[in-house]
C-alpha cells in the first residue's frame, strides 16, 4: 500500500467486499467510505508563544498537504477572548480525492510510524456523524518539513469524514483500510490500572474549534 493507486485499489477490491460481509450491507453504494480529509490549525496559542505571523504556518500545511490553506477569520469582535473582527484564528485546508488519497497513504505508512514513542492512534476518537479526529502535537513529523522549517512547532487537527451511519462502522473501515489503532488490550490494562487513555489531540480553545468549523 505504497501508492495512492494501491489505496484505492485495496478499497475497491478488498475493503468493500470486506465490510460488505462484517456489516450485512447487501448494497455496495451504501459501503462506507472516506470522502475528505480536513487539516485544521488553531494559531491563537501559537501566535501567544511567539509566531510573528501566520505564514509560516500556511506554508507548512501547503507542503504538508500539497494544497493551498485558507485562513479562517473572526465573523466580529469577542472581548472576551480580545479578537478583532476579521482576526485570523486558523489554517484550513480540505482535502479530496487524489490528494485525499496521497495524504492518507503518507499518513498511515510514513508519518505516524515517526510520532515519539508511538503506539497507535485512539480507538476513542469517533463521533455519530462518521467522522474521526486525530491530533498531532509536532507539524515536524512529516517528511515535507526540513530543517529549515523548524522555527516553531506547532500542531494540527486531522478530521477525517466518511458516509459511515455509526461509530462501529467508521472503526470497521479504517480498520479494513489498516489504520494503526491501539490495541483494546493494551487499553484495558491501563486503564484497569487507574489510568486514563493518553490521547493525542490538539489542545484548540473552544473559540477557536467553533471558527474552524464554519
Do not use: C, W
Not at 118 to 144: M, Q
Not at 152 to 163: D, E, F, M, N, R
Not at 184 to 196: I, R, T, V
Amino acid at each position: 500500500m505504497s501508492t495512492t493507486e494501491d489505496l484505492k485499489t485495496r478499497y475497491l477490491k478488498e475493503v468493500i467486499p470486506a465490510l460488505k460481509e462484517k456489516l450485512g450491507i447487501k448494497n455496495v453504494m451504501a459501503v462506507p467510505k472516506i470522502t475528505k480529509i480536513t487539516v485544521n490549525v488553531g494559531i491563537g496559542s501559537y501566535m501567544t508563544k511567539g509566531g510573528k505571523d501566520h505564514t509560516d504556518v500556511m506554508n507548512n500545511i501547503a507542503a504538508i498537504t500539497g494544497q493551498k490553506p485558507i485562513a479562517v477569520k473572526t465573523n466580529k469582535s469577542i472581548s472576551n477572548f480580545k479578537t478583532k473582527q476579521g482576526q485570523v484564528v486558523g489554517i484550513k485546508v480540505t482535502l479530496r480525492g487524489k490528494r485525499m488519497y496521497d495524504f492518507l497513504t503518507k499518513l498511515i505508512n510514513i508519518t505516524l510510524p515517526r510520532v515519539r514513542d508511538f503506539r497507535g492512534i485512539s480507538t476513542t476518537a469517533f463521533d455519530e456523524r462518521g467522522a474521526y479526529n486525530l491530533g498531532l502535537k509536532e507539524h515536524t513529523v512529516f517528511p515535507e518539513i526540513g530543517v529549515e522549517d523548524l522555527t516553531k512547532v506547532h500542531g494540527l487537527q486531522i478530521t477525517i469524514t466518511t458516509t459511515a451511519k455509526n461509530k462501529e462502522h467508521t472503526r470497521a473501515l479504517l480498520d479494513a483500510m489498516h489504520f494503526p489503532f491501539k490495541k483494546d488490550a493494551e487499553l484495558k490494562k491501563k486503564k484497569g490500572a487507574g489510568g486514563k487513555e493518553e490521547m493525542t489531540e490538539l489542545a484548540l480553545t473552544g473559540r477557536e474549534r467553533a471558527e474552524m468549523a464554519k
